[in-house]
């Protein structure tokens, strides 16, 4: 079941039926969904995870359909709402078909080779001449449509860093260790031939975060000061130039200096919508037609509210909320736990807490309300916490004897892994 899970990753990140039309004339992704579906249905392994995250996310799900339900615009926001659920039905199966180590750690590095396999072929296509000019420069894009886009891909390859992290440390394999490297590599390539200024200063973020957390944090700090500068001289000059616009906007073409002021405008406009449409905002995917701009808003947090109003706020505020008690909670554990800090669950963790605040930081630079790493990365999340809390019932039960304050001792234990 874990492989299907993982080829549907593949469809939805690759998207081959948008890069060959003749596939996409087949619908080869529904068509394979609903045979993970019946699959799904017959298989003996599944099970409920329970976590009280499921309850912001369908919370949060309720709040979508309402909010889209009652829209002036909802014809234009159909695909953003149907697409969402989408993503919940995938959730929905990760977390019902992983609840072992094994299977965790199989569907996270999964998630990464599908992503490697997706960078290699963008970045195959870029070679072949397949790029986009914008800005005045040449950029990298996905092969696919959906999220292509130079801004929306490199976002999408720093989301997936911090779990190369995981897998780094948790890895033996000197096989396992050249392939990590030549993912990180890989990424912090299309990063930078995507120009997307957001993506870089988030695989900046991510970089900063890698060096403070190691414990050779100063022959990392070292490395970065040598290799950033060559890396920076390596690309070509509009590249440099797109980039140093990120510090001095005067260097670059007017429209990217336009382009940065519009994520800042985007939050404005946000505040404005929900201003109006306080309760529900103008619905999901509905931004154009309710601002009349051709652009979308460029900030999440306008979007949020724009979009979706306090019921949006709220419901995704409980999603926040949810992911800092599973973290908080899995840092209490790990003090208890003999499998130690350094076992996978804990640096999956490690991974998806910083994956989430990328998400919040780029979020100031792109509207990424609707993409699906909320929901995976909260899957990832929720099957860690339930591994580390049976790992830590059956060391309760074991170190204790069936005697009366034995069988206490046990009770508590099962209360306190919930």
């Known amino acids: 079941m874990h492989w299907l899970l993982i080829g549907y990753m593949f469809l939805f990140i690759h998207r081959p039926f948008e890069v060959w039309p003749a596939l996409g004339d087949l ?13 799904w249905a017959m298989w003996p392994g599944k099970r409920w995870l329970p976590n009280l995250q499921h309850l912001a996310y369908f919370a949060f799900a309720t709040a979508i359909f309402c909010c889209w339900a009652i829209s002036p615009w909802a014809d234009q926001g159909q695909v953003v709402v149907e697409n969402w659920f989408k993503i919940l039905v995938f959730y929905l199966l990760l977390v019902t078909c992983a609840s072992d180590p094994k299977g965790l750690r199989r569907l996270a590095a999964g998630f990464l080779f599908v992503m490697g396999v997706y960078m290699l072929h963008s970045l195959r296509e870029y070679v072949g001449g ?18 292509g886009d130079p801004n929306s891909f490199g976002a999408s390859i720093v989301f997936a860093l911090p779990f190369a992290r995981a897998f780094w440390l948790s890895c033996q394999q000197k096989w396992a260790k050249l392939a990590i490297l030549g993912f990180v590599g890989l990424s912090i390539g299309c990063i930078l031939l995507t120009g997307s ?43 440099q130039t797109r980039f140093e616009t990120i510090v001095n906007p005067d260097v670059g073409p007017e429209n990217a200096r336009i382009s940065g002021l519009g994520r800042l405008e985007g939050f404005v406009k946000g505040m404005k919508l929900i201003a109006v449409h306080p ?4 619905g999901p995917g509905s931004w154009r037609p309710a601002t009349g701009s051709k652009l979308e808003s460029h900030n999440l947090y306008g979007q949020l509210c724009g979009e979706m109003g306090l019921l949006g706020v709220m419901t995704f505020g409980a999603i926040l909320a949810c992911f800092a008690a599973n973290l908080q909670w899995m840092r209490r554990a790990v003090k208890r736990d003999p ?18 605040f990328l998400l919040l930081f780029m979020g100031n630079f792109g509207h990424n309300l609707f993409r699906h790493n909320w929901l ?12 580390v809390q ?22 508590r234990a099962r209360v306190a892994v919930r």
């Open 27 to 39: 619908h080869v992704e529904r068509v394979y969904i609903l045979c993970v579906l019946v699959a």
């Open 197 to 239: 200024r957001s993506s870089l200063l988030g695989l900046i973020v991510w970089g900063s975060w890698i060096i403070l957390r190691s414990q050779h944090r100063w022959l990392g700090l070292t490395a970065a000061a040598i290799g950033a500068p060559i890396l920076f001289l390596a690309l070509p000059d509009s590249l």
């Open 279 to 282: 309760i529900s905002g103008v």
């Open 130 to 147: 397949r790029y986009t000019f914008r800005m005045g420069i040449s950029r990298m894009i996905g092969v696919d449509s959906s999220m």
């Open 376 to 387: 995976w990365f909260g899957g990832f999340l929720i099957v860690a916490r339930y591994v």
């Open 390 to 411: 049976q790992r830590l019932l059956a060391e309760t039960m074991r170190t204790n004897t069936w005697t009366m304050p034995g069988r206490i001792l046990a009770w």
């Open 339 to 356: 499998a130690g800090p350094q076992s996978f669950e804990y640096l999956l963790a490690s991974a998806v807490a910083m994956s989430v």
